[in-house]
């Protein structure tokens, strides 16, 4: 049984056109965590596992809350949500042939999303045209997943989660089904992945789908991806990102451009920073991001405000220890 | 100090007349939990120890409500509830005379329940006439208890319980008393309890009391359980169980036969389930349940509804993994 | 990696003239909390730590509240509040230089008001004049703390800490600035300490002042301590402690005076105390405690009311014991 997990804290910054706000953030460089998890070695090749994950906003010690049918969550009270296992609980059994996984679990098409994003969706420099997903846009409730092995390279992930509804219930709301293909060869990681989950509308789908990828030059890492999410009655919310991260003396510098666009509401951010590492498991970081929005877009940073087609800063300057 | 847990998730579904369910549920062989425990020896015969359990929703991550004063409670907005130490949070001192225990602990007459029914109240199969008995059916908060030794196999166990009312408070509602005598030989265990709650109602109590045992014949464990809910005012709430669990290959299978009657308002129930153990920690199981209801009763399993006097059934497929 | 943790159950009784209440409460000899911690030798005399402490309520098996921004927070429905580490929730970087840690932690001038109190504000003998100051008494979040190593016995201790608002926000609640300088020298330790809150109204803030000592004789330790709480527009809550523990027997006899008074509204508590040392990790407790109000003032122990310059007395018995 391993217990782990990660405190990150960060001074950060936002400024609008209509105002800016100054906090003290949590998760700048890597959610902070705390969990524990476990793997039973069952023999002829067999395991069963488990894993319980729970984030911790350790700005304030408060926690996050999950999800119980993957559809809208009214928020607790503030200052009153409790650790839940938001992040991750499930139990596997896991062969030769893969692994079938039960539980509360990340939707594929986010493993695209944080993978092939110099910032891992954390912190002022994330993919501005990250989570587009609605409720489900990164975890899902009551899945059932099945994790393929390595085919030389290429690894397949299938996922089926449940709104729970009573049968009469026409819409299904929170029922989803999703896929991630994956393919790693030395320096090249690509991945296609999609998922779709109903709404409380009948008929009606939020589906994101993205492709991305990212090559390893050695003196620079190179990432790319694309999302696209669709929403009936709507004009498709589409996003795009191009981005790098170099070791440079003891830390590595990191940056990307993205952009979201859903029709000519468009918005685009240029983030720039760099990770200083003390240890393997002590971390410096600071970062600056930029946007500016068209056709009515008001896209601000770290909390702050600012008019349509306005533009906003920010920054994060903090500390990610991990145990 | 130990870290312990059990991560227990299955596919279930529960069809009725009205609707049927399919959800992907935990708790179906043992209750998911997360707990911290641990004893020191004080010398001289004497111990103290502690115990603090979480319940876990594994299915979706979030947790259990527990209770501040043994009366009803106002449940969290669905995805938010946190972990609480709703399964147990004690501190004892042990001698040879027995514990003393303060805390959130199990009420008495539940442990009649739970263990002599062959699906240890979890899962579609539990008991229909399991837990009649109101907010400290299973637990109670602020509780006192006295844990005897062993005499010659007969255990005693006392408990009392406080609702923390004023003393202006006529009805003293969630105050209680409770006890336990047991008697376990070889293969032979027999129980009688009872617990009595006062409720918001001045002079109402509700009053669970019953009788249960077990023999191991080795080929097959026989169970039965006899409850008695009393509630000023209304007809007792009766129920009671048969049933067996036998050693069949690398498994046990598990069958019982419970009902529950209040005047005429009856419920009868059938299941039957199969746990195929992969390791002392892991285990696969598989339960199907069914329920006829008569004069007006409308039970339903997993989730389903069912019309007055419908017909309703029910199955859990899962594995649970214990840490 | 530590776990480490306090269970701390007591049955306690208040009486006033209005109603008593009899409880089983906890932490009235010690606060029942969870909690992980750590720290990383990063080399060349830095150190990275994290520190993840929640409050337990183990009477009842539910936990604390925390708070998001240093403002009012309206309580989660009573037995649903889950574990926040609303205790502490901190990362640090060390040197010689000192420790800067980000988090939420305590405010500076609640250590005077503990480290000085024969009962370290637990249980029916907590000094009365404890914890005026508002959401900011006992800790903050979003706080930025450096603390100094000591330079021959002094201690520097300089915090900020942020209520998050937006720059167009006029008060900027819950933003705050605290200090506490220390000294400590054999058997003599002294204090200086304040803490200043900005509240919801523009330029009203709450600042608590206090100056606190012991002084360890052997035979016994003396403590006194003095606090003002300055409200804009009301008049100053001055509270004030004397008080001793000693050695006798196997454990610890502890007593103090106190009294707190906002103009003519005074209440002056006596509070008398015998701990008994199980073991370093076990003690059993008794704490017996009056109050006197006058000027209209309707303080009352343990959950008693007491109607205006009533009487109220109390008392804990309990048993301690930490992981």
Not at 247 to 269: E, F, Y
Not at 295 to 316: I, P, Q
């Amino acid at each position: 049984m391993t217990l782990f997990g990660v405190v990150d804290a960060a001074y950060a910054k936002g400024t609008g056109t209509v105002s800016s706000k100054t906090q003290l953030k949590n998760s700048g460089y890597n959610s902070s965590r705390i969990g524990f998890r476990g793997t039973e070695d069952l023999g002829g090749g067999l395991k069963a596992s488990f894993w319980l994950e729970a984030g911790v906003n350790n700005d304030d010690g408060t926690a996050s809350a999950s999800n119980t049918n993957n559809q809208a969550v009214t928020a607790a009270s503030p200052g009153t949500q409790g650790l839940t296992f938001n992040r991750r609980s499930t139990v596997s059994v896991e062969s030769s042939f893969g692994e079938v996984r039960l539980g509360r679990d990340y939707t594929p098409q986010f493993w695209t999303e944080t993978a092939y994003d110099p910032f891992g969706t954390n912190g002022v420099g994330t993919n501005i045209a990250f989570n587009k997903g609605g409720v489900t846009g990164v975890r899902a409730s009551n899945s059932m997943g099945y994790l393929s092995p390595s085919f030389s390279g290429v690894k397949v992930w299938a996922q089926a989660y449940m709104g729970e509804n009573a049968s009469t219930n026409a819409a299904k709301a929170g029922d989803g089904t999703a896929f991630r293909v994956s393919y790693d060869n030395g320096p090249l990681s690509v991945a296609l992945a999609s998922s779709s989950t109903k709404t409380a509308v009948l008929n009606v789908k939020n589906k994101t789908s993205n492709i991305g990828g990212s090559y390893d030059l050695g003196v620079a890492k190179l990432f790319a991806q694309t999302n696209k999410t669709k929403v009936d009655g709507a004009k498709d919310i589409k996003g795009g990102l191009f981005g790098a991260t170099a070791p440079v003396g003891a830390g590595t510098v990191r940056a990307a451009m993205s952009s979201t666009a859903q029709g000519d509401v468009k918005s685009n951010q240029f983030a720039l920073g760099y990770v200083y590492s003390l240890s393997k498991r002590t971390d410096l970081y600071a970062t600056y991001a930029s946007v500016k929005n068209k056709g009515g877009a008001a896209v601000a940073l770290n909390g702050s405000v600012t008019e349509a087609n306005g533009k906003s800063t920010g920054y994060d300057f903090g500390v990610k220890h991990s145990f």
